[in-house]
């Protein structure tokens, strides 16, 4: 990548992102022309192809950094720090919310990369994505203190449970239309309370 990518404004700069993220999550790797990307953002393709050497570039770049804004957001939104499993998943979406307010296609290119097979780019993908594939990779789960949940509740697959109604909550709110994030916030916290009410005692 040229390192005058990282000279553009941050305004012009997260136009060619958002552009590469809208066209690659609505198409496959193969069926995503730089030149639809490059009129999205409003630049010419010639000078998208002086920033990134080629499409193979351009879509694994997007992919790291999709995978550093997230851990970004979540990171600053004290994710790390928290105790309690269902206050660190509450801070973990509503940091994922605010991130859609300026990266709106952000989650869903990455749920498409994560199953795209095009040879070109699928070695790439498996070595930006290996750490995050199986749950155990996740560090931040706060240890659970079996007391506190009702008995016999095997949490590991409780936690499963909730993190997979978590993505799917969010993906089905990001492809509605415009996202209104004080709703999608506010759903969700019901959800956390609702889980609650079902896993403590």
């Known amino acids: 990548m040229n390192e005058k990518f990282y000279q553009l404004p941050e305004e012009k700069r997260n136009r060619i992102l958002n552009a590469g993220f809208c066209v690659f999550a609505n198409n496959s790797y193969r069926k995503s022309p730089m030149n639809e990307i490059a009129a999205e953002a409003g630049i010419s393709k010639s000078l998208l192809f002086f920033y990134f050497k080629n499409k193979k570039e351009f879509y694994l770049y997007l992919l790291k950094t999709a ?21 660190m998943m509450y ?17 869903a290119f990455a749920i498409k990369a ?16 290996r750490p995050y ?11 659970l203190d079996p007391s506190a949940f009702k008995d016999g509740l095997d949490l590991k697959m409780m936690y499963q449970d909730m993190y997979m ?5 969010m993906y089905r709110m990001q492809q ?7 709703r999608f916030v506010a759903e969700y ?11 403590l005692k």
């Not at 097979?117 to 994505?129: F, K, N, T, Y």
């Not at 594939?133 to 240890?143: A, E, G, S, V, Y």
């Not at 109604?165 to 909550?169: D, N, V």
Request: some cysteine; glycine content about 6%; charged content about 40%.
């Open 133 to 143: 594939r199986k749950l155990d990779t996740n560090k931040i789960i706060p240890d």
């Open 114 to 129: 994560y199953y795209e097979e095009d040879e070109e780019v699928r070695s790439g993908i498996e070595r930006i994505i």
């Open 91 to 107: 801070k973990g979406l509503v940091a994922k919310a605010g991130m859609m307010k300026i990266y709106p296609d952000m989650s």
């Open 189 to 199: 916290r019901k959800m956390i309370d609702f889980w609650k009410t079902l896993y």
């Open 176 to 182: 509605s239309g415009k996202l209104d994030v004080e």
């Open 67 to 87: 995978e550093e804004l997230t851990h970004k957001y979540v990171q600053d939104a004290g994710c790390y720090e928290e105790k309690d499993i269902f206050e």
């Open 165 to 169: 109604a978590s993505e799917g909550y």
